[in-house]
């Protein structure tokens, strides 16, 4: 059924969206009442049991152990027969892990070429070849016991006018940096915040230590240092505890603030957009509207040479078969199997699985299973192929469609995301999230009207039309692909708007 025909009201043809043929049930788009007549592609189901909005009804005996099927692929099989007409959820749906025979890619694709007729954004550009689309100043806290302090600092920023050009002195606490095991956490956790220290959104930053913490600052400030120029570092230490590294901090960002002002917006081809690709508190109707209206966007900007940056291994398994297919080479293709390989481990080691990611919110919202969840989560990403595969916060250097390895945690994934260095973050929600980022504009992008409405002062798109037979799946694509030029240009998400500054890094090892 093409979504576009779908009318508000509801009908017997209507009321249910039948995604692909091969597929044993389809979605309620309404909440639907025993003994509702249904027509889907001609064929007549009598509703059985109440099936609320977004989630499955059988549209044809499944046996049990029998494959259910939605998108063309399977997300589980039934524990008992499922008569037509019956909803189909946890209660009659076991979870098992796939195994593929992964079709890998025979050749090479060439990287995109930047686009002849490039559209462009109002942005910074930095000395490194890339493009600010803010121009802050960030205080960096080191570890845990200098986050108190880097707050403080930028706080003391809220009540002042600010020169011209510059968006904020935004603070970057944390509860990480010691009782850290010396090796692979430690690194990872450097990398997060160099990433975010020599961010093309930052002009300039400050590196705040306690002095006696396992992430020590001179790490930042040597020969390998993440920015070469207009980074301070300082510790409680050595400028007299709490106040005085106040005082002292204060007097440095007024000599930053000098040369961040003199930074003016300039035309910069979109070429030099990353965007970062998230989900969060979602529902199936993530899989049908928002994310695949995300990929329409993901796709026209790989077209160009900019880059989409898919994120959370934890929601692309089930689905990496997908992804292997669409690899540039090989190389990318086992390099994103190794991820995932590496992933599993990682929650062997605690006894979890990855089933464990859908929240009790994505299960009421329709979502059954991680593998239900992941085929749609993947859609983000488009139709591109899939040009590399970088570790958590790594840098991006890569034009087109790249993943990143990062939990399926929102605050967790994002600060990955900035800190490889996306610029934009485009994060879609059907639950309703809240989530930003303290110097990279978060927009957000419901699922669904409902969301859209009852939380009209966080969402910035409404991706619900597509359900209602507003917009298509292009033209909400094509709204995305339009705001990431306007929010790179100056224009301000609602995240922003609220002030939400959310920064988690990524702490994998023991605490000591």
């Known amino acids: 059924m093409e979504l576009l025909e779908i009318a508000k009201l509801p009908t017997a043809e209507n009321s249910a969206i039948h995604l692909n043929a091969m597929d044993n049930i389809a979605v309620a788009r309404v909440p639907l009442s025993p003994g509702a007549a249904l027509r889907i592609d001609g064929t007549a189901v009598t509703v059985r049991d109440s099936v609320p909005a977004g989630h499955k009804i059988a549209i044809a005996r499944i046996q049990p152990g029998e494959v259910i099927h939605r998108y063309g692929q399977s997300i589980g099989r039934a524990k008992q027969l499922i008569e037509p007409g019956s909803h189909v959820h946890t209660h009659n749906v076991s979870f098992e892990e796939q195994t593929f025979d992964y079709e890998y890619p025979a050749g090479d694709i060439a990287y995109p070429a930047p686009a002849k007729d490039m559209p462009t954004f109002l942005g910074y550009p930095r000395e490194d070849g890339r493009a600010g689309t803010r121009n802050y100043v960030a205080v960096v806290a080191a570890s845990n016991c200098a986050a108190h302090t880097a707050e403080l600092i930028a706080a003391s920023f809220d009540s002042e006018t600010l020169p011209p050009n510059i968006d904020g002195v935004v603070a970057f606490p944390h509860g990480e940096g010691c009782g850290h095991t010396i090796g692979p956490d430690t690194v990872q956790l450097q990398r997060t915040l160099a990433g975010v220290l020599a961010h093309p959104n930052v002009s300039a930053a400050i590196i705040l230590g306690l002095g006696c913490e396992v992430n020590q600052i001179d790490h930042y ?75 329409v966007c993901s796709d026209m900007l790989a077209a160009i040479g900019a880059a989409a940056v898919l994120a959370e291994t934890t929601e692309i398994f089930g689905a990496e078969h997908l992804l292997v297919k669409r690899a540039r080479n090989r190389k990318v293709a086992e390099k994103l199997l190794g991820m995932v390989k590496g992933y599993k481990q990682y929650l062997n080691r605690f006894g979890g699985s990855f089933d464990d990611n859908p929240s009790p919110g994505n299960k009421e919202g329709g979502l059954t299973n991680i593998l239900e969840k992941s085929l749609g989560a993947v859609a983000k990403a488009g139709k591109s192929p899939l040009m590399d595969v970088v570790d958590y916060a790594e840098r991006v250097t890569s034009p087109g469609f790249v993943f990143m390895n990062t939990p399926g945690y929102d605050p967790v994934s994002l600060t990955g995301l900035a800190a490889g260095g996306c610029n934009l973050i485009a994060f879609t929600t059907g639950r309703g999230s809240a989530i930003g980022f303290p110097s990279i504009p978060v927009i957000k992008i419901a699922t669904n009207g409902i969301t859209y409405r009852r939380m009209i002062d966080n969402m910035d798109i409404n991706a619900g039309t597509i359900a209602d037979g507003d917009k298509s799946i292009e033209q909400v694509g094509r709204e995305i692909f339009d ?28 605490v000591l």
Request: with cysteine; proline share 7%.
């Open 483 to 510: 705001m990431v030029l306007k929010t790179a240009s100056g224009q301000k998400t609602c995240a922003e708007r609220l002030g939400h500054k959310e920064f988690v890094p990524w702490r994998v090892g023991p």
């Open 221 to 295: 400030l040597g020969p390998n240092a993440p920015r070469s120029t207009r980074l301070v570092g300082m510790t409680l230490q050595n400028s007299g505890g709490t106040r005085g590294a106040l005082d002292a901090a204060r007097r440095e960002i007024r000599q930053l603030m000098d040369q961040a002002s003199a930074e003016q917006r300039v035309p910069v081809p979109a070429s030099k957009i990353v965007l970062g690709l998230n989900c969060g508190g979602s529902d199936s109707f993530s899989g049908i509207t928002a994310n695949p209206a995300l990929g």
